[in-house]
């Protein structure tokens, strides 16, 4: 959404707002009103914000779930054997990875209120994942070929929260 289509929106919401603000207290009594508006806000937020929030998490846990699991387990067990390590593949693992699709998300989140499509793409894709792979790598424990497959389908992933993020939280 442009920034132009944003102030438009901004203003249709202003404006309903005030009407609610105006027309609720003829119909209720003004505790009733502003309970029932109070009861609105948080409809919204949640519907705006918690929601699309969650289904990116939905889908950035399954796909990463997908690529490591079905993909590349084989790339870093193989690796880690190499250089003389066990795999991590315990369950805290997986609900670690768990809070970073989550908090990936809201990072998501947080980029698309300022950027367009595929500008959150790239930069949530930039910071969700070159720099964890810079920092792997470094370590030496990221196996390079895995890259191949990784990097189209992290942008694949990386794209459709944003898409599922925008189209979800648009005013």
Do not use: D
Request: glycine residues 6%.
């Amino acid at each position: 959404m442009t920034n132009e289509a944003r102030k438009i929106s901004g203003y249709k919401t202003c404006i309903k707002k005030n009407f609610l603000s105006i027309i609720l207290p003829l119909n209720y009594g003004q505790s009733e009103a502003t309970e029932l508006l109070i009861k609105i806000k948080i409809m919204n937020f949640f519907k705006k914000t918690i929601l699309p929030i969650l289904l990116a998490t939905i889908w950035i846990s399954i796909s990463e779930f997908v690529r490591n699991e079905f993909l590349g387990k084989g790339y870093w067990t193989t690796h880690y054997e190499n250089l003389g390590l066990t795999f991590p593949s315990e369950p805290i693992n997986g609900a670690l990875w768990g809070i970073w699709s989550l908090l990936f998300a809201i990072t998501i989140f947080i980029i698309s209120r300022k950027f367009s499509l595929i500008q959150t793409t790239f930069l949530s894709w930039f910071v969700g994942f070159v720099l964890m792979w810079v920092v792997v790598g470094n370590m030496g424990v990221l196996p390079l070929v895995l890259l191949y497959i990784a990097v189209p389908l992290s942008l694949l992933e990386a794209f459709l929260a944003t898409l599922i993020i925008s189209k979800l939280s648009a005013n």
